[in-house]
């Protein structure tokens, strides 16, 4: 069965740092990008990050937001997914979801799209 | 940035409609669009990708069009599990980013 699940979340100061973890199931992990999503509570999904896969060198990307502060990192011998987050701010709070990216063609650029999500964890950060 | 718009914010139908979600790229993005639901307390689940390719296992009812800034997602014989908040998402450059989403409600 195709699965994402995360693990990880919790309480955390401001200013602390939390590790976020994605298992990954039922695919081959290391063909695929991998994304970091984050819902505020009662908010709309905003987009995290990304780890390319290794023919694209691992590298990554990040939103404005979190970069300098938030790392995504990739284990494919153990199909897991990172989200280390460090000086976290009240703005932070939020369920992280992970979401895989999958390859397709147009007009033979490669393009890839979420098409498979865990189901989240609370990062709540609070004094 | 590219944003994205989306419209109405919500919207009540009933069992039976057809209803039809916009959303707008603030630049052209081809047709590197995809489209989300989302149920309350639940993770998203993929409906569409390149404007109108639906996602495997995806009812035909779930149908997507569009292409450079203006996309639609339309939704027909709207049924109970239909009810959700749909998002649209732009991956033509980074950030990637989501519209605000439209909650679809029952009358």
């Known amino acids: 069965e195709l699965q994402l699940v995360e693990s990880g979340g919790g309480l955390v100061q401001p200013g602390g740092s939390l590790r976020l973890s994605c298992a990954a199931s039922?695919?081959?992990?290391?063909?695929?990008?991998m994304d970091w999503v984050r819902q505020a509570p009662g908010k709309g999904l905003e987009w995290v990050g990304r780890?390319?896969?290794?023919?694209?060198?691992?590298?990554?990307e990040y939103a404005a937001s979190v970069r300098g502060r938030f790392t995504i990192s990739r284990d494919d011998s153990t199909n897991s997914l990172y989200l280390q987050m460090n000086s976290l701010k009240t703005e932070d709070t939020a369920v992280y979801f992970c979401?895989?990216?999958?390859?397709?063609?147009?007009?033979?650029?490669?393009?890839?799209?979420?098409?498979?999500w865990g189901r989240g964890t609370l990062v709540t950060v609070s004094s | 940035d590219i944003q994205m718009t989306q419209s109405p914010s919500s919207l009540s139908a009933s069992v039976g409609d057809t209803v039809t979600i916009t959303c707008r790229a603030s630049?052209?993005?081809?047709?590197?669009l995809a489209w989300f639901q989302q149920k309350p307390g639940k993770a998203p689940e993929s409906l569409v990708y390149?404007?109108?390719s639906l996602q495997s296992g995806v009812p035909s009812k779930f149908s997507g069009g569009g292409s450079g800034t203006d996309f639609t997602l339309t939704i027909s014989s709207l049924q109970p599990e239909d009810y959700a908040t749909y998002y649209c998402?732009?991956?033509?450059?980074?950030?990637?980013?989501f519209g605000g989403g439209t909650k679809v409600e029952i009358k």
């Open positions: 979401a895989r990216s999958t390859r397709y063609y147009d007009n033979s650029a490669a393009l890839w799209f979420f098409d498979l």
């Open positions: 998402q732009q991956y033509n450059s980074y950030p990637l980013t």
């Open positions: 630049q052209g993005i081809a047709n590197y």
């Open positions: 780890t390319r896969n290794k023919p694209n060198s691992y590298t990554t």
């Open positions: 390149a404007a109108s």
């Open positions: 039922g695919f081959t992990f290391s063909d695929h990008y």
